[in-house]
């Protein structure tokens, strides 16, 4: 059974930035494709990032030049840094492998 369990999440002021992190385990981490998704309240889950097997990235466009998602194969985790934050990137953040599992979620507000 693959687990994935997010944590880092919390409240930020504007500007600020914070470090996510999911730990996966019950799976081979390393061949799978990892993704960071979020959801606003009365929005559509979307996607933030991903990140490949090899390393290869790819970014919404509301965060590029500010979020960078990497991954620790040694240590089964994937993290999102997230600098500059901005009100509107409050959401629930997940994190997600590519045959499907997510993990419970992280709340990230950002106000003053």
């Known amino acids: 059974q693959v687990q994935l369990v997010e944590s880092g999440g919390g409240l930020v002021q504007p500007g600020g930035s914070l470090r996510l992190s999911c730990a996966a385990s019950?799976?081979?981490?390393?061949?799978?494709?990892m993704a960071w998704y979020r959801q606003a309240p009365g929005k559509q889950r979307e996607l933030v990032a991903r990140?490949?097997?090899?390393?290869?990235?790819i970014y919404a466009d509301s965060v590029k030049g500010r979020f960078t998602i990497s991954r620790d194969n040694a240590k089964n985790t994937v993290s999102l840094q997230m600098n500059n934050l901005k009100p509107e990137d409050t959401a629930v953040y997940y994190c997600?492998?590519?045959?499907?599992?997510w993990g419970q979620g992280t709340q990230v507000t950002v106000s003053s």
């Open positions: 997600n492998n590519q045959i499907g599992y």
């Open positions: 019950g799976s081979i981490f390393s061949i799978y494709t």
């Open positions: 990140i490949s097997s090899g390393g290869s990235t």
